[in-house]
């Protein structure tokens, strides 16, 4: 069961649907699900054995119903799983995921991203943002358009580091699937012991 789990982690973030196909956010609602199902936090992280795993999406939200819709009636390592919507880094800090909009028409990553980042750092939040410049800012994984045969497909990057100064742990059948996985450290991450 585990090998055919892993098995389709990989034919999902290695075939992900073509961009024109089926909705940007309906992919990446897809991803979030699945890394859901393949990162794991710190027991501290639940008040209770049976509390949700919380998805937020914090500042601008560009999913509208379907993150939603695509999380709805399913659970992830026997939780169930809940949706909601942020507006600053504090609120943030009681979520286990938390996605961070790109700026609006492309710009470079605002300085209010990345205070959200420096805030959240020390926190079992799975940070998940559009920039890849982010990672070395202290986001977990990076959302990425690829350009094959014409056609746009959705893939992610993956940062080591802060992950684990946040406690979480990520598989390697999801890190297996990833376009490329960051393993050096950020200023002020300490040596390992």
Request: glycine content about 6%.
């Amino acid at each position: 069961m585990r090998w055919l789990r892993s098995l389709m982690f990989l034919f999902a973030a290695l075939l992900a649907a073509p961009v024109h196909a089926e909705p940007e956010y309906s992919i990446k609602a897809g991803y979030i699900l699945l890394f859901t199902r393949y990162v794991e936090w710190p027991s501290s992280a639940f008040a209770t054995p049976t509390a949700p795993i919380v998805i937020c999406v914090l500042g601008a939200d560009p999913f509208g119903t379907v993150l939603d819709e695509t999380m709805a009636g399913q659970e992830s390592q026997q939780r169930p799983l809940s949706v909601r919507r942020v507006s600053d880094a504090e609120d943030a800090e009681n979520c286990h995921v938390v996605f961070i909009a790109t700026s609006p028409n492309g710009q470079p990553m605002s300085e209010r991203t990345t205070q959200w980042l420096q805030l959240l750092a020390h926190h079992p939040v799975l940070i998940i943002t559009e920039h890849l410049a982010a990672l070395d800012r202290g986001a977990m994984l990076s959302f990425v358009s690829e350009f094959e045969g014409g056609q746009a497909r959705i893939r992610f990057e993956a940062s080591l580091p802060p992950m684990h100064r946040a406690g979480l742990t990520a598989s390697s059948q999801m890190l297996i699937a990833a376009r490329k996985v960051h393993r050096r450290r950020l200023p002020g991450d300490e040596e390992p012991q």
